[in-house]
């Protein structure tokens, strides 16, 4: 860290930052309240943290693209690395995120403080943020890269947290509609009426979104309805929050590219719906693919449907002039289901059909079709209380809480006929047609955490502060299969996948911080924090203890392994001054370096990956070692005047393993091997300027080079994207109509071709998986206020 001392750092272009902190509050939708800007901002920075806290407001959210995922926003950010295939970031299956070396499915995320779970795929205990709060309501979406808040509710926030916060209603009766249309028959659809002051306190707000958009190499369209409510009562005793999301999610999916020595890769693998002669011929007399395209075969279609609803109700009690108390209660039901209708003579899975219908035609038992629609169909039924209590005593800002959810979750793969005379579609489930011929088995996951926290500000002088405090981490999972797949299934020596309970309980989490305001321009912070990612409580599915083939497995992981935990160690300097430099007028940045211990890795390793994808169950789940993290990130924004900013955001991270580990009789050899899929080097660049009532926003994101594998023997090579937005004011038809905006945004505008990110799922060598980018699109978005 004695590299820190080269604070000549100021000379490279940083983050941008706002001079308060990023729980400052805008309570208004974006199409009313940002009309009329005073000064151009990107970011925005904590002053009042002892780590790097950079958030994202309403505005510079929307004019990525308006309706974007807050995740995908976070790629203007130092340290983020974020990639989906389609232009809003709303596609769950391609998603990729890092940050900071960490995957997505190691950070935590909430909204509104709720817990948004862990984030993968297919989801146990939570939803994406875009399903939470749409994306025209949401008021700020905040990164703590590396160490989250102790009272953040999460049980993987191993490497940072992501909060998302909704706005609340609008001090004034307001009518606001928006709609987007552009590339690929997209339409999205926004309304919101906020009812203004009702008096004695009350206001409230309802929005209505319909988004609808074709993938750019595929007839397949990605659908969403959505509706969000949310109350709130003020009163000289305290703040009442009602909050209402319900989100109904249609997805068609392509699959990723394999790439090997021995196989012609495509550019893109999507499905061939809703061609069904093509698909017919596509496959053999038994149902296969040709040979000659290998693992990268087509099936007729995938999706994902997804049904939320959230809620919560919070209240902040005002009880003295230094004394808070807030409860908030949660709930959150989720119905979903990914489906594959695929060839029935591929991937192992003939002999998975053979455990459950011996020396059958499997052509005809699947409807003489050559395919079999599968399905994973997800549900989960969780509710949850937080409750945190804040005291001001003195030089001392004290701060307690406690968090509780259950969530009953649970998993189930079952295999439908795909009936030559009747063939399906993307856009409806499979059970609602027909009885499955298979349910290969179901999970049933009972999970209950418990976590607290104590924490303490306490100001040495009127410069000088120092954060401390502690979490204590509790979990109680407890899995069965009340339908059990056939142990043949599994694989010789099984006896069907594993049941059981697994505690784990980590009482002492520390953090500590410090706050030095060198001047009134500039700040240093300190900082350290240890974390921990709960096991995963996932049935049949991902890194989780019931995942494995057998009984003895789970024992074994019980009795030995470890859960994932992180040391992290930061350092940096904001700074934020007025300049009178010629044009330059200001200047704000923030520089911070970072080093991460990180232990008790967990890994799959199974003897055939391809076939417990279909099958359900994973050989070996063990600790295998640590990695090491070094990084930095310098990101700033330069004032022009208020017409013209140039923000910039540079970051360096190198994650290493530390250790090799066992597969079978085999040594793999990754200590000292890079980590695949986060790059070392990202830049971004954000430069806005206002000509009147127009705003044009150009954007650079470059992405450095990514290993594809655990061994670095193979790699995908770097990219550079452009993105531009335009807007502008309208004049008003009718005095009814205020703030008439337009919005013209395009993505990819060099039109650039290449790999754009890793599937996510490594192999030791030889092979890597992929995802392209997508070429360029453009979308036009009109919105007014009434």
Same mark, same amino acid.
């Given at each position: 860290?004695?590299?820190?001392?080269?604070?000549?750092?100021?000379?490279?272009?940083?983050?941008?930052?706002?001079?308060?902190?990023?729980?400052?509050?805008?309570?208004?939708?974006?199409?009313?309240?940002?009309?009329?800007?005073?000064?151009?901002?990107?970011?925005?920075?904590?002053?009042?943290?002892?780590?790097?806290?950079?958030?994202?407001?309403?505005?510079?959210?929307?004019?990525?693209?308006?309706?974007?995922?807050?995740?995908?926003?976070?790629?203007?950010?130092?340290?983020?690395?974020?990639?989906?295939?389609?232009?809003?970031? =709303?596609?769950?299956?391609?998603?990729?995120?890092?940050?900071?070396?960490?995957?997505?499915?190691?950070?935590?995320?909430?909204?509104?403080?709720?817990?948004? #779970?862990?984030?993968?795929?297919?989801?146990?205990?939570?939803?994406?943020?875009?399903?939470?709060?749409?994306?025209?309501?949401?008021?700020?979406?905040?990164?703590?890269? #590396?160490?989250?808040?102790?009272?953040?509710?999460?049980?993987?926030?191993?490497?940072?947290?992501?909060?998302?916060?909704?706005?609340?209603?609008?001090?004034?009766?307001?009518?606001?509609?928006?709609?987007?249309?552009?590339?690929?028959?997209?339409?999205?659809?926004?309304?919101?009426?906020?009812?203004?002051?009702?008096? =004695?306190?009350?206001?409230?707000?309802?929005?209505?979104?319909?988004?609808?958009?074709?993938?750019?190499?595929?007839?397949?369209?990605?659908?969403?309805?959505?509706?969000?409510?949310?109350?709130?009562?003020?009163?000289?005793?305290?703040?009442?929050?009602?909050?209402?999301?319900?989100?109904?999610?249609?997805?068609?999916?392509?699959?990723?590219?394999?790439?090997?020595?021995?196989?012609?890769?495509?550019?893109?693998?999507?499905?061939?719906?809703?061609?069904?002669?093509?698909?017919?011929?596509?496959?053999?007399?038994?149902?296969?693919?040709?040979?000659?395209?290998?693992?990268?075969?087509?099936?007729?279609?995938?999706?994902?449907?997804?049904?939320?609803?959230?809620?919560?109700?919070?209240?902040?009690?005002?009880?003295?002039?230094?004394?808070?108390?807030?409860?908030?209660?949660?709930?959150?039901?989720?119905?979903?289901?990914?489906?594959?209708?695929?060839?029935?003579?591929?991937?192992?899975?003939?002999?998975?059909?053979?455990?459950?219908?011996?020396?059958?035609?499997?052509?005809?038992?699947?409807?003489?079709?050559?395919?079999?629609?599968?399905?994973?169909?997800?549900?989960?039924?969780?509710?949850?209380?937080?409750?945190?209590?804040?005291?001001?005593?003195?030089?001392?800002?004290?701060?307690? #809480?406690?968090?509780?959810?259950?969530?009953?979750?649970?998993?189930?793969?079952?295999?439908?006929?795909?009936?030559?005379?009747?063939?399906?579609?993307?856009?409806?489930?499979?059970?609602?047609?027909?009885?499955?011929?298979?349910?290969?088995?179901?999970?049933?996951?009972?999970?209950?955490?418990?976590?607290?926290?104590?924490?303490?500000?306490?100001?040495?002088?009127?410069?000088?502060?120092?954060?401390?405090?502690?979490?204590?981490?509790?979990?109680?999972?407890?899995?069965?299969?009340?339908?059990?797949?056939?142990?043949?299934?599994?694989?010789?020596?099984?006896?069907?996948?594993?049941?059981?309970?697994?505690?784990?309980?980590?009482?002492?989490?520390?953090?500590?911080?410090?706050?030095?305001?060198?001047?009134?321009?500039?700040?240093?912070?300190?900082?350290?924090?240890?974390?921990?990612?709960?096991?995963?409580?996932?049935?049949?599915?991902?890194?989780?203890?019931?995942?494995?083939?057998?009984?003895?497995?789970?024992?074994?992981?019980?009795?030995?392994?470890?859960?994932?935990?992180?040391?992290?160690?930061?350092?940096?300097?904001?700074?934020?001054?007025?300049?009178?430099?010629?044009?330059?007028?200001?200047?704000?940045?923030?520089?911070?370096?970072?080093?991460?211990?990180?232990?008790?890795?967990?890994?799959?390793?199974?003897?055939?990956?391809?076939?417990?994808?279909?099958?359900?169950?994973?050989?070996?789940?063990?600790?295998?070692?640590?990695?090491?993290?070094?990084?930095?990130?310098?990101?700033?924004?330069?004032?022009?005047?208020?017409?013209?900013?140039?923000?910039?955001?540079?970051?360096?991270?190198?994650?290493?393993?530390?250790?090799?580990?066992?597969?079978?009789?085999?040594?793999?050899?990754?200590?000292?091997?890079?980590?695949?899929?986060?790059?070392?080097?990202?830049?971004?660049?954000?430069?806005?300027?206002?000509?009147?009532?127009?705003?044009?926003?150009?954007?650079?994101?470059?992405?450095?080079?990514?290993?594809?594998?655990?061994?670095?023997?193979?790699?995908?090579?770097?990219?550079?994207?452009?993105?531009?937005?335009?807007?502008?004011?309208?004049?008003?038809?009718?005095?009814?109509?205020?703030?008439?905006?337009?919005?013209?945004?395009?993505? =990819?505008?060099?039109?650039?071709?290449?790999?754009?990110?890793?599937?996510?799922?490594?192999?030791?060598?030889?092979?890597?998986?992929?995802?392209?980018?997508?070429?360029?699109?453009?979308?036009?978005?009109?919105?007014?206020?009434?």
């Amino acid at each position: 860290m004695i590299v820190f001392a080269a604070s000549a750092l100021c000379l490279i272009q940083a983050n941008s930052a706002l001079a308060q902190d990023v729980a400052a509050t805008v309570t208004a939708p974006e199409g009313a309240a940002n009309a009329d800007q005073a000064s151009v901002n990107t970011v925005e920075i904590s002053s009042k943290k002892t780590r790097s806290i950079v958030a994202m407001g309403s505005t510079e959210i929307q004019k990525i693209l308006p309706g974007v995922n807050p995740l995908k926003a976070l790629q203007t950010l130092p340290g983020v690395s974020f990639q989906t295939a389609d232009p809003w970031g =709303n596609n769950e299956q391609n998603l990729l995120l890092f940050v900071h070396g960490f995957n997505g499915q190691q950070l935590g995320y909430t909204m509104d403080g709720v817990p948004l #779970g862990d984030q993968q795929y297919g989801n146990y205990n939570g939803l994406a943020p875009h399903r939470a709060v749409t994306s025209e309501n949401v008021r700020r979406v905040v990164l703590a890269t #590396g160490a989250g808040d102790l009272g953040t509710a999460s049980t993987s926030n191993l490497g940072g947290a992501i909060e998302t916060y909704s706005s609340d209603p609008m001090a004034e009766r307001n009518f606001n509609v928006q709609q987007t249309v552009g590339s690929h028959s997209a339409s999205r659809t926004f309304v919101r009426f906020d009812t203004g002051d009702l008096g =004695n306190g009350n206001s409230a707000y309802i929005s209505v979104l319909h988004h609808k958009a074709k993938a750019w190499d595929f007839d397949g369209r990605q659908s969403n309805d959505q509706v969000n409510a949310k109350f709130i009562h003020n009163s000289e005793s305290g703040k009442f929050t009602a909050f209402a999301d319900w989100s109904d999610k249609t997805e068609p999916n392509e699959d990723s590219i394999l790439h090997r020595a021995d196989l012609v890769s495509p550019y893109t693998r999507p499905f061939l719906y809703p061609d069904f002669a093509a698909a017919l011929k596509y496959l053999s007399a038994t149902g296969a693919p040709p040979a000659s395209v290998g693992p990268n075969f087509q099936n007729y279609y995938s999706d994902a449907q997804r049904t939320d609803k959230l809620a919560y109700i919070k209240y902040e009690a005002f009880l003295g002039d230094n004394l808070t108390w807030s409860n908030q209660y949660y709930y959150h039901h989720n119905d979903g289901v990914g489906v594959v209708a695929g060839p029935i003579n591929q991937a192992g899975l003939p002999g998975l059909f053979a455990v459950y219908y011996p020396n059958q035609n499997l052509k005809q038992l699947f409807g003489n079709s050559g395919y079999a629609t599968r399905t994973t169909e997800y549900n989960i039924n969780r509710d949850g209380f937080i409750s945190t209590l804040r005291l001001e005593l003195g030089d001392h800002a004290i701060e307690a #809480g406690a968090w509780y959810e259950h969530n009953r979750s649970g998993t189930f793969r079952r295999w439908y006929a795909f009936d030559v005379n009747n063939p399906s579609s993307p856009y409806t489930r499979p059970g609602n047609l027909a009885q499955p011929i298979i349910t290969q088995y179901a999970s049933k996951i009972d999970n209950e955490v418990i976590q607290f926290h104590v924490q303490d500000d306490w100001k040495l002088r009127s410069d000088l502060s120092l954060q401390a405090g502690f979490k204590s981490s509790l979990q109680f999972a407890k899995g069965t299969f009340p339908i059990q797949q056939l142990p043949a299934a599994i694989g010789s020596g099984s006896t069907g996948l594993p049941e059981g309970e697994i505690d784990t309980k980590k009482w002492f989490l520390p953090q500590i911080g410090v706050r030095w305001d060198v001047s009134s321009n500039d700040q240093v912070f300190a900082n350290i924090q240890k974390n921990m990612r709960q096991f995963v409580t996932y049935g049949a599915g991902g890194l989780s203890p019931w995942s494995l083939a057998s009984q003895p497995a789970f024992k074994l992981f019980a009795d030995t392994a470890k859960p994932e935990t992180s040391l992290i160690y930061e350092l940096g300097l904001r700074d934020n001054r007025q300049l009178d430099m010629g044009p330059l007028t200001s200047f704000e940045g923030q520089i911070s370096l970072y080093h991460v211990d990180f232990s008790n890795r967990l890994l799959a390793i199974s003897s055939n990956p391809i076939i417990t994808s279909f099958v359900g169950g994973t050989t070996l789940l063990a600790n295998v070692g640590s990695v090491k993290t070094d990084g930095i990130d310098i990101a700033s924004t330069l004032h022009f005047g208020r017409d013209f900013s140039f923000y910039n955001a540079l970051s360096f991270n190198s994650s290493k393993y530390q250790n090799n580990y066992t597969s079978g009789t085999s040594l793999v050899l990754t200590a000292d091997k890079s980590i695949p899929g986060s790059p070392e080097w990202m830049n971004k660049f954000v430069a806005t300027a206002n000509f009147g009532d127009t705003e044009v926003q150009l954007s650079g994101d470059y992405v450095g080079r990514r290993y594809a594998t655990y061994t670095n023997d193979m790699s995908i090579p770097s990219y550079f994207l452009l993105g531009l937005t335009v807007t502008g004011k309208l004049p008003a038809p009718a005095s009814f109509v205020k703030n008439l905006r337009w919005t013209l945004a395009l993505t =990819n505008v060099a039109d650039r071709k290449g790999i754009l990110q890793i599937n996510g799922s490594y192999v030791a060598s030889g092979s890597y998986a992929s995802y392209s980018i997508p070429p360029r699109q453009g979308f036009l978005t009109l919105k007014a206020d009434f």
